[in-house]
C-alpha cells in the first residue's frame, strides 16, 4: 500500500508559469516531508523541505506548503525554468521513529516535469 | 570535496553472476542506503544501514546482501537469486534516520 502518492506522472508547463506538483500521504505519523529532483541517469538532490509544525516553506523560486489536515502538500516553482525540467520525488518520514521503518524516507513515485520555452 | 561516489556508472553482467556495487561516502554520516528505480517505480529501498556493522532490510531485499565493515563504505551485492537485476542502483547516506538524504550518481547495472 503506498503511503506517499504523486497521481501526476506527469506535468507540462510554459517557461515563465508556475509548475505545481501534487503530493498526498496516507501515514499520519509522518512529520518531515522533502521534495527531490533527479535528473535522468544522475542521483536526485534535495530540493527543498518542510516540518509538519509549518505549512509553508520558501526558497527562492521554491515553496513547499503543507496541508496537515488534508494530509497534502504541494511544490510551486515560480517563474518555472527550462532547467526545472526533471522528475520530482516527493518523501515523507517521521524522524522520532527511531529505528523504525518509518524513519526511513519514503518516496512517492515521482512526477516528471516539462518546461516548454 | 565531500560527497558519495558509486563505482562504476554502467556495469553489465551475465545472469547467474553475482555482481558488487560499490558505494564510498567522506561525510562522515553515521547512516546509509541502497535503493533502485525502475521506470513508473520510484525509489524502493533495498537495505539500510544506521551505524557500522548494523544493516537492516527494507522494502525489497530479496536477491541482495550488504556489508557495512566501514562508516564510509556500504557495497551492495546483487546476487544470482535476485529475478529481475536489471534496474538503476542508487546509494545514499545522511546524518541519521529521518534527516535528509544525499545521493550519489547512481550505477546502472544491466544483466543478460
Known amino acids: 500500500d503506498q503511503q506517499v502518492k504523486q497521481n501526476s506522472p506527469s506535468l507540462s508547463v510554459q517557461e515563465g508559469r508556475i509548475s505545481i506538483l501534487n503530493c498526498d500521504y496516507t501515514?499520519?505519523?509522518?512529520?518531515?516531508f522533502l521534495w527531490y529532483k533527479k535528473y535522468p541517469a544522475e542521483g536526485p538532490t534535495f530540493l527543498i523541505s518542510?516540518?509538519?509544525?509549518?505549512d509553508k516553506n520558501e526558497d527562492g523560486r521554491f515553496t513547499v506548503f503543507l496541508n496537515k489536515s488534508a494530509k497534502h502538500l504541494s511544490l510551486h516553482i515560480v517563474p518555472s525554468q527550462p532547467g526545472d525540467s526533471a522528475v520530482y520525488f516527493c518523501?515523507?518520514?517521521?524522524?522520532?521513529?527511531?529505528?523504525?521503518?518509518?524513519?526511513?524516507?519514503?518516496f512517492g513515485k515521482g512526477t516528471k516535469l516539462s518546461v516548454k520555452p | 570535496d565531500g560527497g558519495i561516489t558509486q563505482s562504476p556508472k554502467y556495469l553489465f553482467r551475465k545472469e547467474g553472476q553475482n555482481v558488487t556495487l560499490s558505494c564510498e561516502q567522506n561525510?562522515?554520516?553515521?547512516?546509509m542506503y541502497w535503493y533502485r528505480q525502475d521506470p513508473g517505480q520510484g525509489l524502493r529501498l533495498i537495505y539500510y544501514?544506521?551505524?557500522?556493522?548494523?544493516?537492516q532490510k527494507g522494502d525489497i531485499a530479496e536477491g541482495y546482501s550488504v556489508s557495512r565493515e566501514k562508516k564510509e563504505s556500504f557495497p551492495l551485492t546483487v546476487t544470482s537469486a535476485q529475478k529481475n537485476p536489471t534496474a538503476f542502483y542508487l546509494c545514499?547516506?545522511?546524518?541519521?534516520?529521518?534527516?535528509?538524504?544525499?545521493f550519489g550518481p547512481g550505477t546502472r547495472l544491466t544483466v543478460t
Open positions: 545514499a547516506s545522511s546524518t541519521g534516520h529521518g534527516a535528509e538524504q544525499y
Open positions: 501515514n499520519s505519523m509522518f512529520d518531515y
Open positions: 518542510i516540518s509538519s509544525i509549518k
Open positions: 518523501a515523507a518520514t517521521n524522524p522520532m521513529n527511531y529505528g523504525g521503518s518509518q524513519g526511513n524516507l519514503i
Open positions: 561525510l562522515n554520516h553515521d547512516a
Open positions: 544501514s544506521q551505524i557500522v556493522n548494523d544493516f
